[in-house]
């Protein structure tokens, strides 16, 4: 599962989870288009919003 589809399981738009996490949403659409520049605060916090794990979030099933 990817960022945007777990913001989108989660209805919930950019702006949305840009005002959880305190960031702008540039920053926040930075995240979904590279997720290596999640701190892991930022990565509990997306995980817990979202209800799924941290590694759901950036591993995928066809990730080794």
Known sequence: MELKE????AKMTQEDVAGELGVSRPTYQKMESNP????????????????VSVGDIFFSDNDS
């Open 6 to 9: 777990a913001r989108k399981n």
């Open 36 to 51: 290596g520049c999640v701190t892991i605060e930022d990565a509990k916090k997306l995980s817990a919003l979202f209800g």
